[in-house]
Each structure stands twice: as C-alpha cells, then as structure tokens.
C-alpha cells in the first residue's frame, strides 16, 4: 500500500539528520574540562546524546521513507507550482506574512491601538470575514479591550 | 492523610469568596467556548490564560487555570455533537456516538448525558489526586539523580508511543526535539552557555509559555486559516437534563471509564484523547450492544465523556508529586504553578503541604461550575459556535502576542512563540505529536541535571543506572516500550508465549 507521507518522511529525516549532526559537534566543542569539573560532568554531554539518539531517529525515518512505496522523493517543478499556487496554501502564506508582519511592527515606534487594530482589519479583510463596519467595529472593540485590560488593569506595558 | 477530607473542606471554605467565585465561573465559561471552538484546544487554552492572569494573585491564577483546563476538555463534547467536529483532541471519541444522536434528534440529552459524565469523570479524577498524590509523594521522596534521569526518558519514550500510535519514532523525534530545546541556554550545574550563538537573549533559554503558545495556539491559527470549509451546526436542542435513570444504567462504564482515565492520566505526557480513546474502546468489549456504537450509543458517548475528564484528575497526580506532567494542558498548569512560585514535586508536601487539598478544591469548584454552566447556557453556546473562523483567529493571534509578552515584557518571547508555531504547524500535518514535544520541553532539565550530577556522584560509574530497584523497573518499562514496537520482538514474543502454551497443555 502506498505511504501518502513518504516524500515528506524523506525529507525531513534528511533535515533532521543535519540538525543531529550539528548538535553532535556543538556538544563536541563544548568545554570539558570547565571549571575544574570531570568530562562526564561538561555540558555537552546530555545535549551529545540526544543528538546521537535523534540522528539514529532520522536516519531510521530516511531509509525507512527510502524502502516505503508512494510518491516519488523527487521534488519536480510542477509538483512545486501545485503546492505553491493551492488555495490552502495561499491563504496559510497571507496569515502567516500579515501575522510577522504584525510582530516585526510591535516595539517600534508605532502605538499598539494602531499595529494591532490594522492586523485585525487586515486579516478580516483579506479572509472576508464580514461587511466593512463590522470588520472596524469588532477590530476596534478588540483593540480597546486587549490594551484596556492589560495596560490599566494588569498593569502590564504593550509590545 | 486520614485529615484529608476535612483539609479539603477548609480550603474550599477559603476559597469561597465573591471574586473567586466570580473568577471560576468566567474562567469555566471561557474554558467551555474554548473547548468548544475547534482550533482552540485546552492546552493552547491554559497557555493563553497563563500569560493573561501573569499579574493575579498565584491562588486565583492557578484556580482560574484549572477551570479552563476542566471547562475545556468538557467542552469540546459541545462540538463534536453539534458539528461532528471535536473541539479538542480530547472530544474525538465522542463524535463516534454524539453526532449520530444528535442526528436522531436528540442533541440535548447528549449534551446533558456529555455533561454529566464529564462532571462524574472529573469528580472522580480529583477523588483519586486528593487520595493517591501524597502515597506517590512518599514513594517519590525515594526517587534520586538516577531515577529522576529514568524518569524523564521514561516520560518521553512511554509519550511518543502512546500519542503516535500508529507511528511511534514521530512521537520519539519530537520528544527528543523538545529535549534538545529545553537545553538551550545557560546550563544548571556549570553556567556554560549551550546553543545560543552569540544571542545575549537566548542565554536565559526558551520561556516555556512562548513555547507552547507557539506549538498550540500558533500552529492551531495557521492551521484553521488553512482551510476553508465551513462546519454546518445542528440547531435542534431539546430538553438537556438527563434523567436519573439514564445515568445510573450505565455506572459500570463510568466507573470502569473513570479508572482508565486516572490510570493514563497519571502516565506521562500521554493525555485526555488517549483516555478518551481507550475508554470507549474498553466500554465497546463490555457492552452487551456493542453493535450501536458508532450508530448513536449512550453508553460510547458516556465512556469517551467520562474517561476524558477523569484523565484531568489523572494528569495533575504526577504534576503535584513528581512534577512531571501527566498530559500537555497539564504541562502548562506545572509551568504556571512554577510561575506563581509554587514548586511541585517530592518535595512539595514539606515545602506546601496544603497545597494537594487547595488544588482539589479548586477541582471541586471547576467541576461544579462546568455542570451547571453546561447544564444552563446550551443555546447561547450554540451561537458561539457560530463565529466566523476569519473573525476569531485574529483574536486568537493577539491574546497569543499579548499572553507570551505579558511574562517577561521581552519581544524576544513573540518571535519564540512565533517561531515555535511554525515548528508546531508542519508537525501537525505531517503527524508528529505536540505533546512529547512539549513534555520534552518540561522534562529536558530534569534529564540534563540528574545524569550529570549522578555522574559525578559515582565518579563517572554508570552502574547504578541499571542497579538501583526504581531506576531499574524505569528501564525495563521504557526498553519493553521501545521493543515491543518492532515486528521481530513482537514475533519472539509470539512464538515463546506459544511454545509455554504447549509446554503446559502437555504438562
């Protein structure tokens, strides 16, 4: 039977095997003799066999991806196209750019109110959540409560 | 411990006042539209919460998060009846019987029957932390540097087998990640900075709550904004209380659904949809109509409600005496109670010794609020469920921003929360769980600190690892998770168990 996730296995244990293999020589660098402390005390020590342990972990899930039958574990242009031009795709690329987006604009110069009132527009907006004077009064309502509540009753400064 | 129930008396007594009470019942109603909104899981729930209560007194915050843990996991059955759809992972095993009732025209005596086993499950869950938390307490107070490092993998390996079922080495992979996450930063024995590469800001480590704000809430934003179907609400709600009678038929399974909730509730990391799972799984081999689940049975319905809200109970027994989480939203509740100063583990009968009864009245007062707030507002929740996903997941996004920020004033924590929740979102989709993760996130300390430390305490001799009693039933148990997951060992066993089957029919 094919394995639907078998591309995605492939890649990942390949993206995973990298990932261990720099942890492994980050805890290798790591002092070891620090402080006057033994070897088997140093800082590297736990963090060198996670990575030992989860670089086993990937190569198990590439080999395994490897001998699995499904879809091809070659990327083509047009499987990159029908993934990038898919709908889903698309709208989880705006939400996530407008939600960074939103972020990069928090502890500038620019005031809370208006950083976190146009993400809310932005976002009904774009995702068509409702008629234009709703989209402001629900973004403004929210705006007004979230720094409300937490700027005069928690006491607690805005991003 | 004999003192027990009258400990509990007095606490709830102290925590009988106007504001509480105010608190618990907001906190249990936010709880229940959380649950009940799918996309907002309990454990993304009690995160958000945790930041947003940062600045209230640790009693009320922590009471406010046991309402919204209970009150969720509750009310998530509110969705799988109506929309076929569970509110939390915890609900999955209720839409097999919930939908199909309310199907049939009887939405409301599902909703009732799904509230009062919740509420069932959940008093029995805290029946069983009030009475086993302080003999797991005494065992604990044994537990040494070897046995805390056991325990930690023990916690990931027992996690990631049982929240991947069908593919244990994803569980083990995000464990391991979370593992290696918790490291970074300055280390607890010699100061030395791991992984920060050259960023000041990283020298602190990762806050947890940004963590799994991000895994959770993040990951769940992205997730739904992904898709664009639009769930149809079943609207026919009659009469919801459920009459006695209905109730007591079904005792056996409540009982036997309640037991199996504690008992994997108090497994680490594992959690409220397993329960759930294993008690309707349980309750389908018992019942003389096992041809109706699925179809529409009660007693399904009453075995998923039950078991998961038990599972509640379950989860905090290892927080309070171990300090090691019994389910994900439980990981949070540990990570608050951190917060507000409380240190949970074998230790805290000397250092809090009231706090077990304190933590079960509040659990009397979250399970109280749960029953008559679902038992009274069904049709105003019902319209909630009506919120366009366009309009509430931005909100969702800036309490997210907001809640991570609130605890250490640091933008660095939005990024984490925002980087985490583009960790968490492809794991989703590609069936790696969040929950060893984030047990590993928790429990990565307690390994990197106690392998250490009993290192030095041998002079660098591994023997008592393997030697001393606890640690030693802590690896057998973990070996015999990791084996038992492999075909030739499954066969080995196979074939021994059938030669002893012979060898004694001869004999």
Same mark, same amino acid.
Not at chain 2, 167 to 175: N, V
Not at chain 2, 293 to 310: C, D
Not at chain 2, 360 to 367: D, E, H, K, Q, V
Not at chain 2, 453 to 466: H, K, M, S, Y
């Given at each position: 039977?094919a394995?639907?996730?078998r591309?995605?296995?492939?890649? +990942?244990?390949?993206?995973?095997?990298?990932?261990?293999?720099?942890?492994?020589?980050?805890?290798?660098?790591?002092?070891r003799?620090?402080?006057?402390?033994?070897?088997?005390?140093?800082?590297?020590?736990v963090t060198?066999l996670?990575?030992?342990?989860?670089?086993?972990?990937?190569?198990? @899930?590439?080999?395994?991806?490897?001998r699995?039958?499904?879809?091809?574990?070659?990327?083509?242009?047009?499987?990159?196209?029908?993934?990038?031009?898919?709908?889903? +795709?698309?709208?989880?690329?705006?939400?996530?750019?407008?939600?960074v987006?939103?972020c990069?604009? @928090?502890?500038?110069?620019?005031?809370?109110?208006?950083? +976190?009132?146009?993400? @809310?527009?932005?976002?009904?907006?774009?995702?068509?959540?409702?008629?234009?004077?709703?989209i402001?009064?629900?973004?403004?309502?929210?705006?007004?409560?979230?720094?409300?509540?937490?700027?005069?009753?928690f006491?607690?400064?805005?991003p | 411990?004999?003192?027990?129930?009258?400990?509990?008396?007095?606490?709830?007594?102290?925590l009988?006042?106007?504001?509480?009470?105010?608190?618990? *019942?907001?906190?249990?109603?936010? %709880?229940?539209? $959380? %649950?009940?909104? #799918?996309?907002?899981t309990?454990?993304?729930?009690?995160?958000?919460?945790?930041?947003l209560?940062?600045?209230?007194?640790?009693?009320?915050?922590?009471?406010?998060? $046991?309402?919204?843990y209970?009150g969720a996991?509750?009310?998530?059955?509110?969705?799988?009846?109506?929309?076929?759809? #569970?509110?939390?992972?915890?609900?999955?095993a209720?839409?097999?019987?919930?939908?199909?009732?309310?199907?049939?025209?009887?939405?409301?005596? *599902?909703?009732?029957?799904?509230?009062?086993?919740?509420?069932?499950?959940?008093?029995?869950?805290?029946?069983? !932390?009030?009475?086993?938390?302080?003999?797991?307490?005494?065992?604990?107070?044994?537990?040494?540097?070897? &046995?805390?490092?056991?325990?930690?993998?023990?916690?990931i390996?027992v996690? %990631?087998?049982l929240?991947?079922?069908t593919?244990?080495?994803?569980?083990?992979? /995000?464990?391991f990640?979370?593992?290696?996450?918790?490291?970074?930063?300055q280390?607890?024995?010699?100061?030395?900075?791991?992984?920060?590469?050259?960023?000041?800001?990283?020298?602190g480590?990762?806050?947890?709550?940004?963590?799994?704000?991000?895994?959770?809430?993040? /990951?769940?934003?992205?997730?739904?904004?992904?898709?664009?179907?639009?769930?149809?609400?079943v609207m026919?709600?009659?009469?919801?209380?459920?009459?006695w009678?209905?109730?007591?038929?079904?005792?056996?399974? =409540?009982?036997?659904?309640g037991?199996?909730g504690?008992?994997?509730? *108090?497994?680490?990391?594992?959690?409220?949809?397993?329960? /759930?799972?294993?008690?309707?799984?349980?309750?389908k081999?018992?019942?003389?109509?096992? &041809?109706e689940?699925?179809?529409?049975?009660?007693?399904?319905?009453?075995?998923?409600?039950?078991?998961?809200?038990?599972c509640?109970?379950?989860?905090?027994?290892?927080?309070?005496?171990l300090?090691?989480?019994?389910?994900?939203?439980a990981?949070? !509740? !540990?990570?608050? =109670?951190?917060?507000?100063?409380?240190r949970?583990?074998?230790?805290?009968?000397?250092?809090f010794?009231?706090?077990?009864?304190?933590?079960?009245?509040?659990?009397?007062?979250?399970?109280?609020? =749960?029953?008559?707030?679902?038992?009274?507002?069904?049709?105003?929740?019902?319209?909630?469920l009506?919120?366009?996903?366009?309009?509430?997941?931005?909100?969702?996004?800036?309490?997210?921003?907001?809640?991570?920020?609130?605890?250490?004033?640091?933008?660095?924590?939005?990024?984490?929360?925002?980087?985490f %929740?583009?960790?968490?979102?492809?794991?989703?989709?590609?069936?790696?769980? *969040?929950?060893?993760?984030?047990?590993?996130?928790?429990?990565?300390? =307690?390994?990197?600190?106690?392998?250490r430390?009993?290192?030095?305490?041998?002079?660098?001799?591994?023997?008592?690892?393997?030697t001393?009693p606890?640690?030693?039933?802590?690896? /057998?148990?973990?070996?015999?998770?990791?084996?038992?997951?492999?075909?030739?060992?499954?066969?080995?066993?196979?074939?021994?168990?059938?030669?002893?089957?012979?060898?004694?029919?001869?004999g």
């Open positions: 039977m394995y639907e996730l591309r995605q296995d492939f890649y +990942t244990g390949l993206i995973l095997s990298t990932v261990s293999l720099g942890v492994i020589v980050e805890s290798w660098r790591m002092p003799d620090l402080q006057g402390w033994p070897a088997y005390a140093s800082p590297g020590v060198g996670l990575g030992g342990g989860l670089l086993l972990m990937a190569l198990v @899930l590439t080999i395994r991806s490897m699995r039958s499904g879809a091809p574990l070659a990327i083509t242009g047009t499987d990159a196209r029908a993934y990038l031009f898919d709908v889903g +795709t698309r709208r989880l690329g705006l939400m996530f750019g407008l939600s987006l939103y990069l604009l @928090l502890g500038r110069n620019v005031p809370y109110w208006l950083t +976190t009132g146009g993400y @809310l527009i932005a976002v009904m907006f774009v995702f068509r959540a409702g008629p234009w004077w709703q402001l009064l629900i973004s403004a309502g929210t705006t007004a409560a979230v720094a409300y509540v937490f700027n005069r009753i006491a607690i400064p805005l | 411990m004999l003192l027990g129930p009258w400990y509990i008396l007095v606490e709830l007594w102290n009988l006042t106007p504001l509480t009470l105010l608190y618990v *019942a907001i906190s249990t109603f936010i %709880g229940i539209v $959380i %649950g009940m909104l #799918p996309g907002l309990a454990t993304m729930g009690v995160a958000l919460l945790t930041g209560t940062f600045g209230f007194p640790p009693k009320q915050a922590i009471v406010i998060l $046991i309402c919204v209970v996991i509750y009310g998530g059955s509110r969705s799988a009846i109506l929309l076929n759809i #569970p509110g939390t992972p915890a609900n999955a209720t839409c097999l019987d919930g939908f199909p009732l309310a199907q049939q025209g009887q939405a409301g005596p *599902a909703i009732g029957l799904a509230t009062t086993s919740s509420f069932l499950g959940t008093v029995f869950g805290l029946i069983c !932390l009030a009475f086993f938390t302080p003999l797991l307490g005494q065992i604990a107070l044994q537990f040494q540097s070897w &046995e805390f490092f056991w325990l930690a993998i023990f916690g390996i996690c %990631g087998n929240t991947a079922p593919d244990p080495l994803k569980g083990w992979i /995000a464990g990640i979370g593992l290696l996450v918790s490291l970074v930063g280390d607890g024995i010699t100061a030395y900075a791991r992984f920060t590469f050259g960023f000041d800001q990283m020298r480590g990762f806050a947890l709550i940004p963590v799994l704000v991000g895994v959770y809430g993040i /990951a769940e934003v992205l997730g739904v904004m992904r898709e664009t179907v639009i769930p149809r609400v026919q709600i009659q009469k919801v209380l459920p009459r009678q209905d109730v007591w038929q079904y005792r056996r399974t =409540m009982l036997r659904s037991v199996i504690v008992i994997i509730g *108090a497994i680490p990391g594992v959690g409220e949809d397993v329960a /759930a799972w294993v008690s309707y799984d349980f309750a081999r018992a019942s003389k109509h096992p &041809e689940f699925g179809k529409g049975s009660r007693e399904g319905l009453i075995a998923a409600e039950t078991g998961n809200n038990a509640i109970g379950g989860a905090v027994i290892p927080v309070l005496a300090a090691v989480p019994g389910s994900a939203p990981a949070v !509740l !540990l990570a608050a =109670m951190w917060l507000h100063g409380v949970p583990g074998p230790l805290l009968m000397l250092e010794p009231n706090y077990i009864w304190e933590v079960t009245a509040m659990f009397i007062l979250a399970s109280l609020a =749960m029953l008559i707030l679902g038992l009274s507002l069904v049709r105003t929740m019902v319209k909630i009506m919120v366009p996903r366009p309009i509430l997941m931005p909100i969702v996004l800036v309490l997210c921003v907001i809640g991570s920020f609130a605890i250490s004033v640091r933008i660095f924590d939005i990024w984490v929360m925002l980087a %929740g583009l960790l968490g979102y492809p794991m989703r989709k590609y069936n790696y769980p *969040a929950a060893p993760l984030v047990l590993g996130v928790i429990l990565g300390d =307690m390994a990197d600190v106690n392998l430390r009993a290192l030095i305490r041998t002079a660098g001799d591994v023997t008592p690892f393997f001393r606890i640690s030693l039933v802590l690896v /057998a148990i973990t070996l015999f998770t990791i084996l038992a997951r492999a075909h030739w060992f499954r066969r080995l066993l196979a074939t021994g168990s059938a030669r002893l089957k012979t060898a004694f029919s001869r």
